[in-house]
């Protein structure tokens, strides 16, 4: 074993001593909004099956309540709000929203297509605090316009995101890119365009098998495809470019902190909640929702007493669930893999790299 994997083996020992430690205190620190499944495209890999429909959604007072709350019972620790969707910028309310966070003293980032973004709304984003932004491209205009199933939506996509440039220098931009079997061609070409913008971070992640994903089987990556995304991002990050994988799957000792900052652990229902948009709360938005992963809701539960008291299946190990995921030798360290990937149905991890990121 050379003296990289000894040091691998070192850090994710302490992180799985983290894993642990994080089931039992489950600070919370990131809390997502979900506040609207209303979108104005039609992603063929949408984890949360978003349309154009409109939608049942908290109110702008009623998050005003639910912030109140966290503000009062987590004062010195406030959790990182992440506002998302859908598209969040449908409502004509979610500036409102924003400016009541930041000024509770919340520090809260925005995922979006950034189709709604001009330099006013950039410029409104960025007074009403926005600390960071996610924007997603899917690929060059063919590829992004056919995934999004929106014609001329790479180029609204690439507008708002020079706005943002141009507007909001101090907030964190990052450009997320889910690539798939008809996209993966596409990586040197993506580099070679965002290399050239004036961007915090590239996060890419691959296509998995969740929620509108799961009616388009052919989009997923084949095992060779995903070593070479993997292979792809390190390269890349052995340059020193900002690009990153996403933070699902554990992917052993070759891959591990070479394609991103951090060792993997998944931390849904551990130190990550979510409100959705009928005011169910849960944890990682991308999980399925049933009556194992929806602990509660806004609108009859007290929500700090149901992240103190619940989400029991969380902070527990979902790998023992399943024969192969508990007789693997690298359970200590996966913990049964990404939540958000787990077929509940089956007792089963959906996504695994063991056999192919590793051994």
Known sequence: MTELEKWKLKQLEAVASQRERMKKAHPLRQLFLELTLQCNEHCLHCGSSCSS????????????????????????????????????????????????????????????????????????????????????????????????????????????????????????????????????????????CFVGLDIDSWRIVDMEPIGRAKLNPDLLLTPDERLRLLDFIREKREMRYPVTYGCCHYLGLKYEREVRDWFFCCQAGRTVASVMTNGDIGACLNIPRNSRTVQGN???????????????????????ESAECSACPHKRFCGGGSCHSWDFDGGVQQVCMRGTAFE
């Open 298 to 320: 806004i609108y009859r539960d007290d929500f700090s007493r149901v992240w103190e008291e619940k989400f029991e299946f969380f902070r527990g190990d979902w790998a023992d």
């Open 53 to 192: 429909r409109p939608c049942p959604t908290v109110s702008a007072a009623d998050y005003h309540t639910l912030l109140a709350k966290v503000k009062r019972d987590f004062e010195g620790r406030l959790p990182f709000l992440a506002l998302t969707g859908g598209e969040p910028l449908l409502r004509k309310d979610f500036l409102d929203i924003a400016n009541d966070a930041r000024g509770m003293g919340f520090v809260w980032g925005i995922t979006s297509n950034a189709t709604l973004i001009d330099k006013a709304m950039a410029r409104e984003l960025s007074r009403a605090g926005m600390y960071s932004v996610s924007v997603s491209v899917d690929g060059p205009e063919a590829v992004h316009d056919r995934i999004r199933e929106r014609p001329g939506a790479y180029r609204e996509t690439m507008r708002g995101i020079e706005a943002l440039i141009g507007e909001c220098g101090s907030a964190n931009l990052q450009i997320t890119s889910v690539i798939n079997h008809g996209s993966i061609g596409e990586l040197d070409r993506m580099f070679e």
